[in-house]
C-alpha cells in the first residue's frame, strides 16, 4: 500500500521552530518530486515548498521564503521541512504530496497534479 505519513508538527510559540516529516512507505519515494502544502480553516491549499526526486532544485512560496528550508533524504525514504521564525499565520494543517516526474526542475505547482498524499499534520504557531 502506497503511504506517505507527515509528522512532528505540533504547538510552538512564535518565533519558534518546527521540522516536519513526511514518510514514505510502499514506493520508493527517490522516483518522486515532493510537495508541501498547508490549509488553513476556510483557505485554499497553499502550495510552500518543493524539491525534485533528486534534490538538486528547490522552490519556494513567498510567504515562506527565506524561513522554510526543505530537504530529503532518499536512502532513509523521507523529506524534510524545516520551518523556523513560526508565526502566528503559519497555522494550518500541513501536508506533503509526491508527484513521479523525471524534471530537473522544482516548479511549484497546484495540488491536483500531485499522485500522493499524506494525511496532514497540525501545526498551531500560539502564545
Known amino acids: 500500500q502506497l503511504q506517505l505519513v507527515e509528522s512532528g508538527g505540533g504547538l510552538v510559540q512564535p518565533g519558534g521552530s518546527l521540522r516536519l516529516s513526511c514518510a514514505a512507505s510502499?514506493?520508493?519515494?527517490?522516483?518522486?518530486?515532493i510537495g508541501w502544502f498547508r490549509q488553513a480553516p476556510g483557505k485554499e491549499r497553499e502550495g510552500l515548498s518543493c524539491i525534485t526526486s533528486s534534490g538538486g532544485s528547490t522552490n519556494y512560496g513567498d510567504s515562506v521564503k527565506g524561513r522554510f528550508t526543505i530537504s530529503r533524504d532518499n536512502a532513509k525514504n523521507t523529506v524534510y521541512l524545516r520551518m523556523n521564525n513560526l508565526k502566528p499565520e503559519d497555522t494550518a494543517v500541513y501536508y506533503c504530496?509526491?508527484?513521479?516526474?523525471?524534471?530537473?526542475?522544482?516548479?511549484?505547482?497546484?495540488?491536483?497534479?500531485?499522485?500522493?498524499w499524506g494525511q496532514g499534520t497540525q501545526v498551531t504557531v500560539s502564545s
Open positions: 504530496a509526491a508527484r513521479r516526474t523525471e524534471s530537473s526542475l522544482c516548479v511549484l505547482i497546484g495540488p491536483a497534479l500531485y499522485d500522493y
Open positions: 510502499g514506493f520508493t519515494l527517490g522516483f518522486y518530486a
